[in-house]
């Protein structure tokens, strides 16, 4: 039984961090499974195209600014039929005649907008604004992709060691059972030790089977948010060094920098450009549009014809039913939701970093003293079985010494695992989790890149990556 509980005991320091790894097989580590998910993770993936998909909206918009060109060609069949009638000597002669013939034009137009209230600036500043801000909900889903994955991590290093705990604990039940049995053979307990034994037994079993469903659980979310089945793992570092040192501090940061705010924050800049794209349909509109067209027989008897033309318009809305003043109201009623959106999302943040930083003092704070209460444990049931080897001490207070030593060191890696997530929360809720700042070792998506690739993009099917 000794032996089993220094086996447990080792267990808890390795997910601790505080011992060697007992197996010389490498071992999957925090960071190795943060860089799986941060490439692999499908959600991140498809938010990445979305992204580039939002892309796009600018040389949309600056098609504004770039003439409209068209050719047209046309051919078809003509009958024409005429009567014509003239005087002659006194006498009125009639004169009938009709023809067939084939016509054939070809010709080319050019528009292009010279002011149309400012639209297409306004439009090409929202399309950017909007870039700026799918970024930022890229950052979210970034950020909340590698908070999963630390979470799915720990909670397999967590499952895995209470797994191991319990096993133990029931190889420790198992050892006292026989030796209570051994006992009540020779007369030196009764009947209801051995079924105490017994009913804690079975109680280690079925902690054992709830354990056993835990881990399992967690490797299918393990598998689900990384990508890859979860091999031997290593125990995981919290990244408290990465965030900042005061709470005040914190939450400044969480504010200025959450994605979540920053993406709101350009929500109001769209939503209030959208405004004055509608107020641009007040404006006058003017173009410039230049023709040129050549026909082959384009009518009865005319051989060849050819036109161009060079046309300005101006167009100044009077009434035009209401629609674009409405369209302005409702846009300014949308710049009030933005801005109200934007207060929500900076006292979420607010609120993020202050439950996050407590929840990562309060698992500090638990390590100690669930470390404290293990050694205590130990210290108990090693003297509560020395005591009923002289019969101070029954069975019942040896195995509730036992279950009080295997709560304590369940205890006690719950706690380490809440410190690290707890420190991924707060790196999070600071907007600082990303891959540069935790300096791993990957190549990061850089979304500038396929921005300046189609921005200035006047044709072209195929996107930068060759599809």
């Known amino acids: 039984m000794r032996g089993s509980i220094r086996a447990a005991a080792r267990l808890v320091l390795a997910i601790a961090g505080i011992g060697m790894a007992c197996s010389e097989v490498a071992a999957d580590t925090l960071e190795w499974a943060l860089v799986q998910a941060y490439q692999n ?134 050892e006292q059972l026989k030796q209570t049995r051994d006992r009540f053979n020779v007369g030196e307990v009764t009947r209801t030790d051995v079924a105490q034994a017994e009913s804690r037994l079975a109680a280690g079993r079925s902690a054992l089977l709830g354990a056993q469903s835990n881990y399992i659980t967690s490797r299918a979310n393990y598998r689900r948010i990384i990508g890859v089945e979860p091999g031997h793992l290593a125990p995981g570092t919290p990244v408290d060094r990465l965030s900042p040192s005061a709470l005040p501090a914190a939450i400044a940061q969480g504010q200025a920098q959450s994605p979540s705010v920053l993406a709101a924050t350009y929500g109001v800049d769209i939503a209030e450009l959208a405004v004055k794209i509608n107020e641009g349909a007040l404006y006058p509109n003017l173009t410039l549009t230049a023709s040129a067209s050549q026909g082959t027989d384009p009518a009865f008897e005319v051989l060849r014809a050819t036109q161009a033309a060079l046309v300005g318009q101006l167009t100044v809305p009077i009434y035009q039913g209401g629609a674009e003043y409405s369209a302005i109201r409702q846009a300014k009623e949308t710049v009030g939701q933005q801005r109200l959106t934007l207060d929500i999302n900076r006292d979420q943040a607010r609120a993020t970093v202050v439950q996050s930083w407590g929840q990562l003092e309060a698992a500090k704070a638990q390590i100690e003293a669930t470390t404290a209460q293990v050694n205590a444990a130990e210290i108990a049931l090693n003297g509560v079985r020395e005591e009923a080897r002289v019969g101070q001490r029954t069975t019942l207070d040896v195995l509730n010494a036992q279950q009080e030593l295997v709560n304590a060191r369940v205890a006690l890696v719950t706690a380490q695992h809440d410190r690290v997530v707890a420190s991924f929360t707060l790196l999070a809720a600071v907007g600082a989790l990303s891959m540069p700042r935790l300096g791993l070792n990957v190549l990061v998506y850089d979304p500038q890149v396929h921005y300046q690739q189609i921005r200035d993009a006047w044709i072209g099917l195929r996107n930068p990556d060759g599809r």
């Open 41 to 174: 993770n499908p959600s991140l993936n498809a938010q990445r195209a979305a992204l580039r998909a939002t892309d796009e909206n600018v040389p949309q918009a600056l098609s504004g600014y770039r003439p409209k060109l068209s050719v047209t060609a046309n051919a078809g069949v003509n009958y024409e039929r005429a009567t014509s009638e003239f005087p002659s000597g006194g006498a009125l002669i009639i004169n009938q005649f009709s023809q067939t013939f084939i016509s054939r034009s070809i010709g080319a137009t050019a528009t292009q907008t010279l002011f149309n209230g400012f639209q297409t600036a306004n439009r090409t500043r929202q399309a950017e604004s909007q870039v700026m801000g799918a970024r930022e909900t890229l950052r979210v889903t970034e950020q909340q992709v590698l908070l999963d994955a630390a979470t799915a991590y720990m909670n397999l290093l967590r499952d895995e060691a209470i797994l191991a705990l319990n096993r133990s604990n029931v190889e420790v039940l198992t």
